[in-house]
């Protein structure tokens, strides 16, 4: 998994990330940058940060440690095409100030994130 809160720590993983997939989470942390700045505390702070899932052991992680997504508790779900790939980009809030995007392969989405966008997730 990775966790990214800031547009200097998204850098280090460009390679490592499906260009589509990069491009979203960009604009995610430049836009979190911008507001709350770009040296704040991104776990305890205003803002948030990006979840990337690449495993079915990613997923229980996340939903040991931020946000269960196997429950509709989502704002927002998207769909990200990456090649042969797809991705869903789902944002979770804690509070009016703090959101954890997270972006997982279609495959290992779960069911009530599924159920939210079945026009583009198919």
């Not at 990337?52 to 052991?57: G, L, N």
């Not at 508790?73 to 991705?87: F, L, P, S």
Request: contains cysteine; negative net charge.
């Amino acid at each position: 998994m990775i966790k990214v809160g800031t547009v200097r720590e998204l850098a280090q993983f460009k390679k490592a990330i499906d260009r589509g997939v990069y491009n979203v989470a960009l604009r995610i942390v430049t836009t979190l940058d911008e507001l709350y700045g770009a040296d704040r505390d991104v776990d305890n702070g205003d803002g948030g940060f990006v979840l990337i899932a690449e495993t079915v052991q990613d997923i229980t992680d996340i939903a040991q440690r931020y946000v269960r997504i196997d429950e509709s508790r989502h704002e927002a779900v998207d769909v990200v095409k990456c090649g042969n790939k797809t991705y869903l980009n789902s944002l979770f809030l804690s509070n009016n100030e703090f959101g954890i995007n997270i972006f997982m392969p279609i495959e290992l989405a779960p069911q009530a994130l599924l159920r939210a966008f079945p026009q583009k997730a198919r």
